[in-house]
């Protein structure tokens, strides 16, 4: 008989440890199919080590199968969407969840989502409501539309409008504007899946209303406008006015559709971008962007404009397949609440994060940088200028000056750091500039200034 035959008599069978006390109340708990599968993969693992004639492995392993079961399983059940501390600066981060919501949101989730709601009931009348109202009448007085409707995000704005009035005819796009938002958001294959042929107009840098009047025709659907949100082209550029847009489309009869993404509703200092009222003032009908960039919401795209296109898209039965569930009408109504009264500089993450002055981050920074002196001395720390973004494919040429404390240890390289934050727990996202790593308290709350603490005198050594 071979030693690895003979070591793995010393294992118990999957049946046997099913059948102890305190494995079984693991079950009542997490469930048999869980509980089978990570003792499974337990007691291959305890078996391959046997194969290989780790006798010390094997013991210990029999010995305390239902205690390493019991810590497999509570890794199991953690949430596999975890917090993380944003240290890199850039506000509207998408891989890190874009817009954080203010507490009040939250709340107001938490509220809806655990009880029934008038979601789609009409409480004056007692009979069948739309869920729009929510959204719509708020909306009515911040950007001064008519009507709205609420979708999944902008892409799904864009593609409902494209479907809803140019299937099977034509949309007019400066070739300026043929933009990728994030890779899987490409202007012509959005065209393509709303059912309607793109028709380019004018080129890369010029484009003249000239251009899109001789575009124009009985197979035009639409004109769309694009914010280039993600980059700007400078040097010898034309691109007709808004209201020469507008014009040209009423005077065809055809609805003049702009996607300004990033859903600026008050200007912000320093970023030069179209605010939502700005262009339905314009002229334009019908108005797209996203509810996580500067609105600083939750992930939805907005649609505003005049009742009967608005009613239109609503009408569309794309737009079953598109609309929001009560949760992101909850957040996006308590968002709403705060930009009516005029406190999202203060209130609302997003827009108080791209506000900040950089004296009021470099103050963070310094007085940030003294504690962990104090915690960690290991560390090198030092105060740099630099700039943070606005990100999530707004104002991509703006660079918010910001205050970056520069962290360096006597023996790990930066990439080394930056690895240690990003496994720890919770996880810190930070950057290396100059070779060096750099965390930007833009992004970070002051309440979670404990935990990137704690976490740089991990990474430090242990000496806190
Ligand atoms: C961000 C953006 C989109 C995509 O919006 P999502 O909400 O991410 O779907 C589309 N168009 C423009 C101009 C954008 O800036």
């Known amino acids: 008989m071979s030693a690895g035959a003979d070591l793995r008599r010393l294992l118990p069978s999957v049946e046997q440890v099913l059948q102890r006390t305190e494995v079984r109340a693991l079950e009542a708990r997490h469930g048999r199919a869980v509980v089978v599968r990570e003792l499974r993969a337990l007691v291959e693992d305890a078996r391959t080590r046997a194969a290989a004639g780790d006798?010390?492995?094997?013991?210990?392993?029999?010995?305390?199968?239902?205690?390493?079961?019991?810590?497999?399983?509570?890794?199991?059940?953690?949430?596999?969407?975890?917090?993380?501390?944003?240290?890199t600066g850039v506000v509207v981060h998408t891989n890190l969840g874009r817009s954080r919501l203010p507490p009040e949101a939250a709340e107001q989730v938490a509220r809806i989502a655990t009880s029934y709601s008038n979601l789609e009931f009409d409480l004056a009348a007692g009979d069948r409501g739309q869920r729009e109202v929510h959204a719509e009448t708020r909306l009515r007085t911040l950007v001064g539309t008519e009507a709205a409707v609420v979708v999944n995000n902008n892409a799904a704005a864009v593609l409902l409008a494209v479907n809803t009035f140019a299937e099977g005819r034509e949309v007019l796009v400066s070739r300026s504007e043929l933009v990728e938002i994030g890779g899987s958001f490409r202007i012509p294959d959005v065209l393509r899946k709303g059912g309607a042929r793109l028709r380019e107009v004018g080129t890369t840098n010029?484009?003249?209303?000239?251009?899109?009047?001789?575009?124009?025709?009985?197979?035009?659907?639409?004109?769309?406008?694009?914010?280039?949100?993600?980059?700007?082209?400078?040097?010898?550029?034309?691109?007709?006015?808004?209201?020469?847009?507008?014009?040209?489309?009423?005077?065809?009869?055809?609805?003049?559709?702009?996607?300004?993404?990033?859903?600026?509703?008050?200007?912000?200092?320093?970023?030069?971008?179209?605010?939502?009222?700005?262009s339905l003032r314009g002229g334009v009908d019908v108005v797209t962007f996203s509810g996580d960039k500067l609105l600083g919401g939750p992930q939805a795209g907005l649609v505003v404009g005049g009742s009967a296109r608005i009613g239109a898209m609503r009408a569309n039965p794309l737009y079953r397949a598109l609309r929001v569930d009560k949760m992101t009408l909850a957040a996006l109504d308590a968002v709403l609440v705060i930009h009516e009264s005029g406190r999202a500089a203060a209130d609302l993450p997003t827009p108080r994060m791209l506000s900040a002055s950089v004296d009021e981050v470099r103050g963070r920074a310094q007085a940030f940088a003294a504690r962990i002196q104090a915690a960690a001395p290991s560390l090198t720390l030092a105060i740099v200028e630099g700039t943070s973004a606005a990100g999530g494919g707004a104002a991509p040429t703006a660079e918010i000056p910001t205050a970056l404390l520069r962290v360096a240890h006597g023996v790990k390289s930066a990439q080394q750091l930056v690895e240690e934050l990003r496994r720890g727990d919770p996880p810190v996202v930070a950057r290396i500039a100059d070779g060096a790593l750099v965390l930007d308290l833009r992004t970070v709350a002051p309440d979670e200034e404990d935990v990137l603490a704690a976490a740089l005198a991990r990474v430090a050594g242990g000496d806190a």
């Open 55 to 87: 006798r010390a492995a094997v013991e210990s392993a029999a010995a305390d199968l239902p205690a390493r079961l019991a810590a497999r399983l509570d890794r199991a059940r953690a949430a596999s969407l975890v917090p993380v501390v944003n240290a």
């Open 206 to 278: 010029r484009t003249r209303i000239a251009d899109y009047r001789s575009a124009l025709g009985p197979e035009t659907g639409l004109i769309l406008k694009v914010h280039p949100s993600n980059f700007r082209i400078v040097g010898f550029t034309e691109a007709p006015s808004r209201s020469e847009l507008v014009a040209l489309a009423h005077e065809a009869g055809v609805p003049m559709v702009e996607d300004l993404g990033s859903g600026l509703l008050e200007p912000l200092a320093g970023l030069d971008e179209t605010t939502v009222a700005e």
